[in-house]
């Protein structure tokens, strides 16, 4: 696909716009306070892939500790501002690479402009955020209900104040829990704009709706070339955003890298545990450096012949199981050493 060429935007030390690789972010449930917990969820959250990190920032206190966080983690952190100005101008003192405000929900013009000089003094990013929830009555009026028209006039609205007090460093997100409502959003305003934008499908819900509907709108948006920087919104441990936002961009040829785990659905010729078999697999190669694609089949019957387009896979069957290589059998393994013998394997990949 062909992205579209937005502006680049300097985020710490990572860079995003201008066709630049996408970036997944996602946000502690930490109380920010807690620099101990914040720093230790954070820090396996980059583990797992996430490259960019936000905060909420709701007291000074908060504000004050990122300046103890910051020099504890090594990803660029994004504090989230509502309502007053003086903790975006802290947070910005403390350390945030990138803020992220409400300009509609900070106060006066005055206000976001002290915003806005703090930030152009240090060359802060400023992502101005948009929701359908927080939508202005004046344009609920104007289009007869929350529209995606109404989303983007907001945030360029937004937009354009901050460039009129002189300062074009921004990232714009514009959210909805509405899936189309959202996809519309994003085709509107990357016509109208060439900021990068920051993906992501607002209140999506728990795992398995959260998953869903982030994966058909975020895909639906990326598959057009929209989109710098996404976040999956999940109900949950913030982990399963990072494993779920790697999967969406791997899946659409956005990033490679990464084992890629298939599994078949099971049927009555299966002869182990292999919901279990296939999560273990899954939580195994997290680690592994490799860009490959593994296979996990339940029975020896068709386990090879679906398993070809696999690099490498394993089909389990009663006491043993085997090891397939491009479709083709490797050698059979005990049930129980099929886990370690697919990790052994995997480990010497590049050596063979």
């Keep these: 696909m062909e992205r579209k060429d937005t502006k680049v935007v300097k985020i710490g030390d990572r860079i995003i716009g201008g066709k630049n690789p996408i970036l997944i972010q996602s946000m502690t449930n930490t109380k920010t306070e807690d620099v101990k917990a914040t720093v230790e969820q954070i820090n396996r959250l980059a583990a797992a892939g996430c490259d960019i990190i936000r905060c909420a920032v709701p007291t000074m206190e908060a504000a004050e500790a990122l300046t103890e966080i910051k020099k504890q983690i090594a990803i660029p952190l994004v504090a989230d501002i509502h309502f007053d100005y003086r903790l975006a101008i802290a947070a910005m003192e ?29 060359n802060i990013p400023i992502r101005v955020g948009v929701n359908s929830g927080s939508l202005e009555k004046d344009l609920v009026e104007k289009y007869h209900g929350v529209t995606a028209e109404g989303i983007v006039e907001s945030a360029l609205d937004k937009v354009h104040l901050i460039e009129d ?39 999506a819900g728990t795992i398995i709706s959260g998953n869903i509907k982030s994966s058909i709108g975020l895909g639906l948006i990326l598959n057009q070339g929209i989109g710098d920087t996404i976040r999956v919104s999940l109900t949950g441990d913030p982990l399963e955003e990072i494993k779920s936002a790697k999967l969406i961009l791997r899946t659409l040829g956005l990033r490679k890298g990464g084992i890629e785990v298939v599994s ?25 450096p490799l860009d490959i694609k593994v296979a996990v089949m339940g029975c020896v019957v068709n386990g090879p012949g679906e398993a070809k387009e696999a690099d490498i896979g394993i089909a389990g069957g009663v006491g043993e199981g085997l090891i397939i290589k491009h479709g083709q059998i490797d050698r059979k393994v005990p049930e129980n050493q099929l886990l370690s013998e697919l990790r052994k394997e995997l480990l010497n990949w590049n050596k063979e």
């Design 94 to 122: 403390h350390g945030a690479d990138k803020i992220r405000i409400n300009p509609g929900n900070i106060g006066s013009k005055e206000r976001v402009q002290a915003v806005v000089d703090v930030a152009k003094e240090r």
């Design 165 to 203: 007090m002189g300062y074009d460093n921004l990232v714009i997100s514009i959210k909805s829990s509405d899936v189309m409502m959202c996809v519309k959003a994003h085709e509107l305003i990357a016509e109208q704009t060439d900021h990068p934008l920051h993906v992501g499908i607002t209140e």
């Design 264 to 288: 078949c659905p099971t049927c009555g010729r299966t002869r182990i545990n292999l919901i279990e078999l296939a999560n273990q697999v899954e939580n195994m190669v997290a680690d592994i």
